[in-house]
């Protein structure tokens, strides 16, 4: 399993994780996407000309405001990546593929934190079961909006994975 | 009346480019409440340690692109 990024050779009609917005996502939005450079999109492949898409992630930059306490400074921006999307096709569901595609987020996140200031990877988890998911390898919840999870970029850099 | 059609039909597909990437960029805006600005914040200046299934999830990830480079 390779990780690409979308392109026309892929056969993103076939695609289906189950979840219909993520779907049409893919199959609707993430190339325009790509091409204005809003986000980027990268699917999982049994080899580089392959057209079958195991899965796929959405990535791009987003701000945290916070508010500081006390509330001398009142707001700033905290640069993060945010993982917008995460499929996997149903039949390779349970086989690491979401994984996979985790780790690849991760590590793009540790390359882009070393050219420019970015302090964690951050996502809106669209159901229980993806919350779960993200849970389990240590992503924090938001008290006060618990699907928004967050992984700090110093615990990412611990994990030691090697650009490539 | 061809001309005028056609640029209303121009003005149409801007208006939706622009609604989509609009609609694109809002995922781009996470305001944090109060208490969560503060817990984010300690959390980025004190990190946690990776848990141990995001550890071995690295150690798969590691011995699986090796691989695939050698």
Known sequence: ?164 | MSVVKSKSVKKVTRRTATRRAAKEVSLAEIKLSARDSKRVLADLAAPPPPNEALKKAAARYKQHTAKKQS
Do not use: W
């Not at chain 1, 190339?31 to 999109?41: D, F, G, L, P, V």
């Not at chain 1, 796929?56 to 009142?74: D, F, G, I």
């Not at chain 1, 240590?138 to 700090?152: A, I």
């Open chain 1, 1 to 164: 399993m390779i990780i690409v990024p979308l392109s026309p050779q892929h056969d993103r009609q076939a695609f289906d994780c189950g979840e219909p917005s993520l779907n049409q996502y893919l199959q609707q939005h993430a190339r325009q996407s790509a091409e204005r450079r809003i986000s980027r999109t990268f699917v999982a492949v049994t080899a580089p000309e392959a057209p079958v898409i195991l899965g796929y992630h959405t990535t791009l930059v987003t701000t945290l405001e916070v508010t500081q306490v006390p509330a001398k400074v009142s707001k700033a921006r905290i640069p993060a990546l945010l993982l917008a999307r995460l499929a996997v096709g149903r039949q390779f569901q349970g086989q690491g593929v979401g994984e996979f595609l985790l780790l690849d987020v991760l590590r793009r996140a540790v390359v882009i934190s070393e050219q420019t200031g970015l302090y964690a990877v951050v996502l809106d988890a669209l159901t229980e079961t993806a919350k779960s998911f993200y849970l389990r390898y240590g992503f924090r919840e938001l008290l006060d909006d618990p699907f928004h999870l967050y992984l700090p970029i110093g615990t990412i850099i611990e994990l030691g994975l090697t650009p490539s």
